[in-house]
Nanobody, 125 residues
Framework: VQLQASGGGLVQTGGSLRLSCVAS????????MAWFRQAPGNEREFVAA????????YYSDSVKGRFAISRDNAKNTVYLQMNSLTPEDTAVYYC???????????????????WGQGTQVTVSS
């Protein structure tokens, strides 16, 4: 499975961006797709996920109410709509894919088998 992320950029505080991640290869429709982010000097942290075929959505507390994850199975694409951005959201954003996750493993980056290359999001104050 290959993942290609795009949509990052520079935006002012309060602005919005939409990230996209296209999956290709041997796609499992029951896979979980997620977004993580990593700021300089920090560990990679969970942002949001669409869990398996059921499509339940999960968010970190820091983005809940501001970010929305969605998935288009016909296009093998997951999106992250990011609104009300703040400088604390500045990071490299990575999409992730795994076909065997259980719910308790959703939040930890090391449980995912496949990763995109990352896209930089910078929010200026």
């Amino acid at each position: 499975v290959q993942l290609q992320a795009s949509g990052g950029g520079l935006v002012q505080t309060g602005g919005s961006l939409r990230l996209s991640c296209v999956a290709s290869g041997r796609i499992d429709r029951d896979a979980t797709m997620a977004w993580f982010r990593q700021a300089p000097g920090n560990e990679r942290e969970f942002v949001a996920a669409v869990f398996r075929r059921a499509g339940n959505k999960y968010y970190s507390d820091s983005v809940k109410g501001r970010f929305a994850i969605s998935r288009d199975n016909a296009k093998n694409t997951v999106y992250l709509q990011m609104n009300s951005l703040t400088p604390e959201d500045t990071a490299v954003y990575y999409c992730a894919y795994d076909s065997r996750l259980i719910l308790s493993s959703l939040w930890t980056w090391s449980n995912y088998d496949y990763w995109g290359q990352g896209t930089q999001v910078t929010v200026s104050s």
